[in-house]
């Protein structure tokens, strides 16, 4: 099994995956800022390591990710303004695949945004913003020579996982529930040979494990 350290663990996808990634017995790195967050994650049972994107540089972060032997990024403003996106989404991504390249952790999952996110909708500075960071991440991991992947999910839901889900490099824009997207996180580190792609992520009919082997025979 393999010791995984989660950038982003006490968000709501990241949760699920500490929990789920527990429960198959890989070891787990939970990052996070608040205090009151460690207990939490324990629960999930991560172990927790106290930091913050917001202050943490490359050497620093390289240290508490060492001896992991995969990185997730799922780390996020979640809305709360231009300014912490740039910083945790933008520069945190950044930061954070530096750290990798020193700890010598090939293995990179980054959760990103499915491109037609809201489109259709009355557009607003902010979310144009988001767009725009989360692109330029994407571009920032792709020229690095990480193992990565990069996982764009349709609108999150907090719904129950129904396990099935439509996974490839381009399909329709839909919905997701986060289960299902932390489901998918554990199954593509479990499958190494999917590697520097990018996924799209829906619900739909096909078993996650089936979905991502798929994905590792094309």
Not at 10 to 15: E, F, M
Not at 202 to 211: L, N, W
Request: aromatic share 4%.
């Amino acid at each position: 099994m393999s010791s995984v350290f989660v950038v982003g663990a006490a968000g709501k996808v990241g949760r699920r995956l500490c929990n789920q990634l527990s429960e198959r017995g890989h070891e787990v790195v939970a990052l996070h800022r608040k205090p009151e967050q460690g207990p939490e994650l324990k629960a999930l049972g991560a172990n927790p390591t106290a930091g913050s994107l917001l202050e943490l540089e490359a050497p620093a972060l390289a240290e508490l990710m060492s001896g992991s032997d995969v990185v997730v990024f799922t780390a996020g403003a979640g809305g709360a303004g231009m300014d912490l996106t740039n910083a945790i989404d933008g520069r945190g991504l950044e930061v954070t695949v530096e750290a990798a390249t020193l700890a010598g952790i090939r293995r990179f999952i980054l959760v990103s945004v499915f491109p037609d996110a809201l489109r259709g909708e009355e557009p607003s500075a902010g979310f144009e913003n988001y767009i725009a960071v989360k692109k330029r991440s994407d571009v920032r991991l792709v020229a690095s020579n990480l193992d990565w992947v990069i996982v764009r999910p349709g609108t999150l839901l907090d719904t129950p996982g129904t396990g099935k889900v439509r996974a490839d490099v381009a399909i329709p824009y839909g919905e997701v529930p986060r289960d299902d997207v932390a489901a998918t996180i554990v199954e593509l580190i479990q499958q190494p040979d999917v590697n520097r792609t990018i996924i799209e992520l829906t619900q739909g009919e096909t078993a996650i494990r089936d979905a991502v082997h798929r994905l590792a025979r094309a």
